[in-house]
């Protein structure tokens, strides 16, 4: 069994500030972690993976993840934000296991303001 | 290279019509898989195929079949529309699910 918590369902945040999606995750074997950004009517797009090599993981656009196995915790995290990355971001768990399925969190809505 | 296309985008339906959602792609992907996406819910896997000839069920398989005769394609089919159906319904294809998932655009379901 694997689940994922988004801790926030909404952060807001000004231009050029850190930015922190917290995400924390369960399963039953070696998992797999992904971020996935979706903009307005758009469709989802790949932010970064973790996929049981290096611990900090960097993605596109700036943004990187810290797998933290004692914490079950893997936050999605950029320097200085943009008003592009206004956007949903979601977290997802997969196990290491062949063929297994995703399970997504319900989303965090990431705000900019000038 | 098309990567991940769906169809149609919108699609009104009238309780009990039934209807089929087109998903296909092109970069000889095995993995494939049906997501609903409602509000707050984040994305919910529907169902999903692990080759030609290959499906399983879901968190939601209720109310949808699926086949994959081929690589390429996998539709989704709704038996019987519910009101309960309305939401944004999206394709995804990898090579495996610990891969890259590519999305397809979404196809927009409202059945009054």
């Known amino acids: 069994a694997q689940s994922v918590t988004q801790l926030d369902s909404h952060v807001s945040v000004s231009e050029g500030t850190p930015v922190l999606l917290r995400c924390n995750y369960s399963?039953?074997?070696?998992?797999?972690l992904f971020w996935y950004v979706q903009h307005p009517n758009k469709g989802l797009q790949l932010l970064l993976k973790y996929t049981s090599a290096a611990t900090l993981v960097k993605g596109i656009n700036g943004f990187e993840a810290e797998f933290k196995k004692s914490e079950t915790s893997f936050h999605l995290t950029k320097p200085s934000a943009h008003m592009s990355d206004a956007a949903e971001y979601f977290c997802?768990?997969?196990?290491?296991?062949?063929?297994?399925?995703?399970?997504f969190g319900k989303g965090t809505m990431l705000l900019v303001s000038p | 290279n098309a990567g991940v296309t769906q169809t149609p985008k919108f699609q009104v339906l009238k309780t009990g019509q039934s209807m089929t959602l087109q998903c296909a792609q092109d970069?000889?992907?095995?993995?494939m898989s049906w997501y609903r996406q409602d509000p707050g819910m984040g994305l919910r896997l529907i169902h999903y195929?692990?080759?030609?000839?290959?499906?399983d069920q879901g968190e939601v398989p209720n109310g949808y079949n699926v086949s994959r005769s081929t690589t390429e394609d996998f539709p989704l089919r709704l038996l019987s529309a519910a009101p309960s159906q309305t939401s944004v319904y999206f394709c995804?294809?990898?090579?495996?699910?610990?891969?890259?998932?590519?999305f397809g655009p979404g196809t927009r379901l409202l059945v009054l």
């Open positions: 195929s692990v080759g030609a000839g290959i499906t």
């Open positions: 399963s039953s074997y070696s998992p797999s």
């Open positions: 997802v768990v997969t196990s290491t296991k062949r063929y297994s399925t995703l399970t």
């Open positions: 995804a294809s990898s090579t495996d699910s610990q891969e890259t998932q590519y």
């Open positions: 970069m000889n992907h095995e993995y």
